[in-house]
């Protein structure tokens, strides 16, 4: 088992910046990757970043440019930095962990509201 632990989410105006943190603990040995997940009302829940054991990266098309996953082994924290955030940003923004065997662990979610 993964637990997963979402912070950093609130409302900012377009143009501004956010930092998401996810705390990560359990059968970490287990993840081949960590992602962020999004969902607005009414839509469903879309890959936004990844980052994998070696280091490579993956990105939505919407946000390449302007977030930037990243990773603390140390602290067993993955954050997403968002930056030039856009009204269409906003949405509950889920902490993902991708087990070996593809089993997906989420976190609670966080909250990220761009209006002016």
């Known amino acids: 088992q993964v637990q997963l632990v979402e912070s950093g989410g609130g409302l900012v105006q377009p143009g501004g910046s956010l930092r998401l943190s996810c705390a990560f603990s359990?059968?970490?040995?287990?993840?081949?990757?960590m992602g962020w997940y999004r969902q607005a009302p009414g839509k469903q829940r879309d890959l936004v970043a990844q980052?994998?054991?070696?280091?490579?990266?993956n990105y939505a098309d919407p946000v390449k440019g302007r977030f930037t996953i990243s990773r603390d082994n140390a602290k067993n924290t993955v954050y997403l930095q968002m930056n030039s955030l856009k009204p269409e940003d906003t949405a509950v923004y889920y902490c993902?962990?991708?087990?070996?065997?593809?089993?997906?662990?989420w976190g609670q979610g966080t909250q990220v509201t761009v209006s002016l």
């Open positions: 980052i994998f054991n070696g280091g490579n990266t």
């Open positions: 359990g059968s970490i040995f287990g993840i081949r990757a």
């Open positions: 993902n962990a991708l087990s070996n065997y593809y089993t997906n662990y």
